[in-house]
């Protein structure tokens, strides 16, 4: 393996540990364990696998294909993300494949692995699905790829290769399919890892066509994470896979939705403006290619977050993208409609560890008032700050904040609950908030 190789070996291995203090989820006591499977079918790469069911798979699971970066393994995979634990919540089964060549980095170079059917890694992959389909009663149009630099990599390659297997897939520092293909039996493309290799969204687009002649049906949905200070494979990468995977799904390179859901974060949406838009990028600025994988907002995306995933976002966003769509969180307060004193109820759940801890917030309106437009008041306590939220926009970081609807979900009838969580850092104080207020209202906590 040459220094190139070597180098993106060494840079990987910490996205495990990154990986860590990415949002975590609370996990319910749990007796399923990862399991070795063997003789799973057609596996010319000798790859192995391991395979997560948790103990309450739901009756029609979703299946999420998990792939890990060089110098890991299925099992580092599964301990260092949160995709089990998530599993264990939404009942879908998780396949972690695992390669035995020397380098631990998946082929995405090779003729064979970028021609469906062709032969190597994705040929024994796709003997896995097989193998669970065999076996437990997936759901085939919730099957999802997702993987950190190699395995974002191969994500890429799968879902190129198999349109009629994946729905969707997540990709945390990869590029796009095709570009790192090699003849000369190397592992490692360097013009691509450079950012040197850009094509045309026709030409992108036609790669994946081509590796798989004849098809004529729907591609899957792609959302990639990218750092701009990515060293080892380069941002812009980033850029080449957003004309890939647009041109494939016929739109423009114009983002239909922009917003930026956490400092330093620009989020792009085409084709849609909602949580399971065609193509979401997440461009993240001043971060490395050791970026935070966020397990949770993968499976947001996949629409495994407790509903099979719709054909526009759960809360229903405006039938039409806004002609301008925001590009930062707003600056002053939407219109909002007060419910009347108490009528309103706040769950608020939270999962710590070391320095760091995730909220889970979910809002119901008890009133017999519909409301138009939300804003949660509270105050965190001492030595908290908000790092990232999903859901909802939260301002300031620290001290007396609200959480603010943003543009899908900002409709909340009587009865109905919207649901909203966020990352923060703490310096010991790990409890919640004392009160709440809705719009205004003073909220029952539960």
Request: glycine share 10%; charged share 10%.
């Amino acid at each position: 393996m040459d220094v190139k190789a070597r180098v993106l070996c060494a840079a990987v291995f910490a996205a495990v540990l990154t990986a860590l203090v990415a949002v975590t989820v609370p996990a319910p006591a749990s007796a399923a364990t990862l399991t070795e499977v063997t003789n799973f079918g057609t596996n010319p790469s000798n790859l192995r696998m391991y395979l997560y069911v948790p103990d309450n798979v739901a009756p029609r699971p979703a299946l999420v294909v998990a792939v890990h970066y060089c110098t890991g393994t299925g099992p580092a995979m599964y301990n260092g993300t949160q995709f089990d634990e998530l599993a264990n919540r939404y009942g879908y089964i998780v396949v972690y494949p695992s390669v035995t060549r020397s380098s631990q980095c998946f082929d995405v170079s090779s003729p064979q692995a970028l021609r469906r059917d062709g032969g190597s890694d994705p040929v024994g992959i796709k003997s896995m699905i097989d193998h669970v389909r065999q076996r437990y009663a997936v759901d085939p149009t919730r099957i999802f790829a997702t993987g950190i630099s190699s395995g974002a990599m191969m994500t890429n390659v799968l879902l190129g290769l198999y349109p009629d297997v994946f729905s969707a897939g997540a990709a945390f520092s990869g590029v796009p399919f095709g570009c790192f293909a090699t003849t000369n039996g190397s592992e490692w493309n360097s013009e691509c890892a450079n950012g040197q290799v850009t094509r045309t969204a026709q030409a992108w687009g036609d790669l994946v066509r081509n590796a798989y002649p004849g098809y004529t049906g729907p591609h899957p949905r792609m959302q990639t994470w990218h750092g701009t200070n990515d060293d080892t494979l380069r941002y812009p990468n980033f850029g080449e896979q957003i004309k890939q995977w647009t041109n494939l799904h016929g739109l423009s390179q114009t983002p239909t939705y922009t917003d930026t859901p956490q400092a330093g974060y620009t989020r792009t949406r085409y084709g849609g403006s909602g949580g399971t838009a065609p193509v979401e990028a997440i461009s993240m600025q001043g971060v490395g290619h050791n970026l935070p994988v966020d397990a949770a907002q993968a499976i947001r995306f996949f629409g495994l977050d407790g509903s099979t995933p719709p054909t526009v976002p759960p809360t229903t966003p405006p039938t039409t993208p806004p002609t301008t769509p925001p590009t930062v969180p707003p600056t002053t307060p939407p219109p909002t409609t007060p419910p009347s004193a108490g009528a309103c109820r706040v769950g608020y759940a939270v999962n710590a560890w070391n320095s760091g801890l995730t909220a889970e917030v979910t809002v119901t309106n008890t009133g017999a008032t519909a409301v138009n437009g939300w804003a949660l008041a509270f105050t965190l306590p001492a030595g908290q700050s908000v790092s990232s939220g999903w859901n909802a926009t939260i301002a300031p970081t620290s001290g007396a904040v609200t959480a603010r609807n943003v543009s899908y979900n900002a409709a909340l009838a009587p009865g109905a609950s919207v649901s909203f969580g966020f990352q923060a850092t703490h310096t010991g104080n790990t409890g919640r908030p004392s009160a709440f207020t809705f719009n205004g209202a003073t909220c029952t906590t539960t």
